[in-house]
């Protein structure tokens, strides 16, 4: 467990204008001071990332949340007591306080209250909303553990071990800033009877994890249907086993699978293979977010 001494450092690193990964229930963040312009331009320094992809504004109460936003509409409210703490990011119209750099200039923010107590007490220690994406390069694979994120920065960036996160795969982000509520990145949180919208071209995206390509190990990875690749395979499967070089048999529920899915992904990484095959996934709501992670991982 994180001992007070290491959170209270943190904090201050974050009041300082610092960068510090910290543990959530999805997956591993890259945190800064989301009211600090040049703290959060490290974070797209130091993962890579590119300034069209915005970022998502942890907060720990509604009430820190409602601080950020110009607009709180009743369906927020609803949501909040359903999904806070937890899996579920919320675009509404941005206060001028939040610095277009979280943003990606667009006039909306993305927030949500984390359900990890370490990401909750790094928040209240701090005083401040915290803006994090995950702790990774761009477009790699999202850390689930402290090792994931010093494999990918090393000493750079002080890490918070929470152990390894519950959840697994990134939020599910709805956009509650037009008429009517759409679906931006499905997540665990399934919400079927939204509309869903892509990232256009090159503009600013208005969620995070909309590339093209995203969530991706550095081995090679392919969607498949009973007919593995050639070469040194390893098959991640849920009902088909067909036989292959590394067999791995996949939780059978959605939150199971999603779970270890990036982990399982890091541990096949590190091994070598050609290819990492992966039986597809049902098609029902509740896999939608791990569809939509093993979809870009594979481009």
């Given at each position: 467990?994180?001992?007070?001494?290491?959170?209270?450092?943190?904090?201050?690193?974050?009041?300082e204008g610092q960068l510090v990964a910290f543990p959530t229930e999805t997956v591993y963040g890259l945190g800064a001071n989301a009211l600090d312009a040049a703290a959060v331009r490290r974070i797209f320094e130091l993962k890579g990332r590119p300034a069209t992809s915005p970022l998502i504004v942890h907060v720990d109460s509604v009430e820190m949340a409602r601080l950020l936003v110009t607009e709180w509409p009743d369906l927020a409210d609803e949501l909040a007591r359903r999904h806070w703490p937890g899996p579920l990011t919320m675009v509404l119209p941005k206060r001028a306080i939040v610095p277009d750099e979280v943003t990606a200039g667009l006039?909306?923010?993305?927030?949500?209250?984390?359900?990890?107590?370490?990401?909750?007490?790094?928040?209240?220690?701090?005083?401040?909303?915290?803006?994090?994406?995950?702790?990774?390069?761009?477009?790699?694979?999202?850390?689930?553990?402290?090792?994931?994120?010093?494999?990918?920065?090393?000493?750079?960036?002080?890490v918070l071990d929470g152990g390894p996160t519950e959840v697994g795969i990134e939020s599910t982000v709805i956009s509650l800033a037009g008429p009517e509520p759409v679906l931006l990145r499905p997540g665990m949180i399934?919400?079927?009877?939204?509309?869903r919208v892509t990232a256009p071209g090159a503009d600013a995206h208005p969620s995070p994890g909309m590339h093209h390509r995203h969530y991706s190990p550095r081995t090679p990875v392919m969607l498949v249907d009973g007919v593995l690749p050639e070469g040194r395979v390893a098959y991640l499967w849920l009902r088909r086993p067909i036989a292959a070089a590394k067999s791995v048999k996949m939780p059978g529920s959605p939150d199971g699978y999603a779970a270890v899915l990036y982990s399982t992904l890091h541990e096949l990484d590190r091994e070598g293979w050609d290819v990492i095959a992966v039986e597809r996934p049902p098609a029902e709501v509740e896999w939608a977010g791990i569809f939509d992670r093993l979809t870009r991982a594979s481009k």
């Amino acid at each position: 467990m994180v001992r007070a001494e290491e959170l209270a450092r943190a904090a201050q690193l974050i009041r300082e204008g610092q960068l510090v990964a910290f543990p959530t229930e999805t997956v591993y963040g890259l945190g800064a001071n989301a009211l600090d312009a040049a703290a959060v331009r490290r974070i797209f320094e130091l993962k890579g990332r590119p300034a069209t992809s915005p970022l998502i504004v942890h907060v720990d109460s509604v009430e820190m949340a409602r601080l950020l936003v110009t607009e709180w509409p009743d369906l927020a409210d609803e949501l909040a007591r359903r999904h806070w703490p937890g899996p579920l990011t919320m675009v509404l119209p941005k206060r001028a306080i939040v610095p277009d750099e979280v943003t990606a200039g667009l006039a909306t923010v993305g927030i949500r209250i984390p359900a990890h107590p370490v990401a909750l007490v790094l928040i209240r220690a701090a005083g401040l909303p915290i803006a994090a994406p995950s702790a990774n390069r761009f477009t790699e694979l999202s850390p689930t553990t402290a090792q994931h994120v010093r494999e990918a920065f090393g000493d750079a960036v002080m890490v918070l071990d929470g152990g390894p996160t519950e959840v697994g795969i990134e939020s599910t982000v709805i956009s509650l800033a037009g008429p009517e509520p759409v679906l931006l990145r499905p997540g665990m949180i399934p919400f079927a009877e939204l509309r869903r919208v892509t990232a256009p071209g090159a503009d600013a995206h208005p969620s995070p994890g909309m590339h093209h390509r995203h969530y991706s190990p550095r081995t090679p990875v392919m969607l498949v249907d009973g007919v593995l690749p050639e070469g040194r395979v390893a098959y991640l499967w849920l009902r088909r086993p067909i036989a292959a070089a590394k067999s791995v048999k996949m939780p059978g529920s959605p939150d199971g699978y999603a779970a270890v899915l990036y982990s399982t992904l890091h541990e096949l990484d590190r091994e070598g293979w050609d290819v990492i095959a992966v039986e597809r996934p049902p098609a029902e709501v509740e896999w939608a977010g791990i569809f939509d992670r093993l979809t870009r991982a594979s481009k």
